[in-house]
């Protein structure tokens, strides 16, 4: 797995993380 994948998938974890206890 390249990095840059890595960095995008860990990103969007964190999002996912963040937005759906608000909404």
Do not use: A, F, G
Request: hydrophobic residues 50%; aromatic residues 4%.
């Amino acid at each position: 797995m390249s990095l840059s994948l890595s960095l995008t998938v860990l990103y969007l974890c964190l999002c996912v993380c963040v937005c759906l206890p608000v909404s």
